[in-house]
């Protein structure tokens, strides 16, 4: 699945096409640049995704508090569940290091976007 078709698919959702960044998130992302936010996108995919059983899963995605989490939650990349059940990503094995980068590419073109909306 291409990035429009998945951004056309999760457009339809209303829960996924609610999620917005906010004036925090905007500030944070000019203060320290789309390099460092990209950084801590991958850290926490490999951190909190790419596990077999990943820890908390399901829960382990807060709803705010950085970017990167409003973009796994609008893009359904906020746990093994919703990778499986939206990008047929197996669950109960790692994450290959492809998979893991084409999670990051699909959250940064979303935040990329968002940003692009902003202006």
């Not at 382990?60 to 059940?85: E, N, Y």
């Not at 990008?87 to 959250?107: K, N």
Request: aromatic share 8%.
């Amino acid at each position: 699945m291409t990035k429009d078709e998945a951004f056309e698919r999760l457009s339809r959702s209303k829960f996924r096409s609610r999620f917005r960044l906010g004036k925090d998130d905007i500030a944070y992302i000019q203060r320290v640049g789309m390099d460092a936010v990209e950084r801590h996108c991958r850290d926490f995919i490999r951190g909190r995704l790419s596990d077999a059983e990943p820890k908390n899963d399901g829960r382990q995605t807060p709803m705010r508090g950085h970017p990167v989490f409003i973009a796994q939650h609008a893009c359904a990349c906020c746990c093994r569940g919703c990778l499986a059940k939206w990008y047929r990503v197996p669950m109960h094995r790692r994450l290959t290091d492809d998979e893991q980068e084409r999670i990051v590419s699909l959250l940064m073109e979303w935040i990329k976007r968002q940003m692009q909306s902003e202006y």
